[in-house]
């Protein structure tokens, strides 16, 4: 069965430091997603991606956040200047058609900021 | 306003019983969804209700809606030790899926 594939599995990064989490999602979808979860915490909406555009994006995806689908199979996510407050697990999920149906989501990225 | 919000957040029972869990949201929704996540992993969907529904079955899930009260309900009926994991209710609005905090479900054998 098809499935969302994320990398790394763990990115641990110092402060400041860019960061580029990767995903593969499901290869006939249109449209992606990036969530996160801090610890303990809910599943956050990041953005929404669509056309090769952002579709929706969060009060949490400021500027230090962006996205590219750089080629037909990837869809990345980048922190520019990593914050304490960034660490958490982030997730990419892809769906056939906008976001009020079913999204599939991948294994996540934990992202460690020190 | 909170979107999506289970009850209890917390069930602990044994290998066999049933485990009911339930959602509440605040705005109108044309579906509603249920995900479980084990710990530290991704998000799995498992079951999708439109509005127009009021039950549906997969497998051992029976999920509930009532549009009237805002609320939906999960059952895991015979469960098992493999069930133990956190159940997320999520409703979409625009583009996004908006999640509740979940009931993280303990099942003991």
């Known amino acids: 069965e098809p499935e969302v594939t994320q990398t790394p599995s763990h990115q641990v990064t110092q402060m400041g430091q860019e960061v580029i989490l990767r995903c593969v999602p499901i290869?006939?979808?249109?449209?992606f997603y990036w969530y996160r979860q801090i610890l303990g915490q809910k599943v956050e909406f990041l953005v929404s991606?669509?056309?090769?555009?952002?579709?929706?994006k969060s009060e949490i995806f400021d500027d230090q956040f962006s996205v590219e689908r750089p080629d037909g199979s990837n869809f990345t996510l980048k922190i520019r200047s990593t914050k304490l407050e960034d660490s958490a697990m982030y997730f990419c999920a892809s769906s056939e058609v906008p976001g009020t149906d079913t999204q599939y989501f991948g294994p996540g990225t934990r992202l460690t900021v020190l | 306003s909170q979107q999506g919000e289970e009850d209890p957040q917390a069930l602990s029972i044994q290998e066999g019983e049933n485990a009911t869990m339930n959602c509440s949201y605040k705005?109108?929704?044309?579906?509603l969804q249920w995900y479980r996540q084990n710990s530290g992993r991704g998000l799995v969907h498992l079951i999708l209700i439109r509005s127009n529904e009021r039950e549906k079955h997969s497998g051992r899930l029976r999920v509930t809606l009532d549009t009237s009260k805002k609320s939906s309900s999960l059952l895991i009926t015979a469960s098992r030790a493999a069930d133990t994991a956190s159940y997320f209710c999520?409703?979409?609005?625009?583009?996004?899926?908006?999640f509740g905090g979940g009931t993280r479900v303990l099942v003991k054998p």
């Open positions: 999520a409703t979409p609005a625009g583009n996004k899926l908006t």
């Open positions: 991606f669509y056309n090769n555009e952002i579709s929706e």
């Open positions: 705005t109108s929704i044309n579906n």
């Open positions: 290869s006939n979808h249109l449209y």
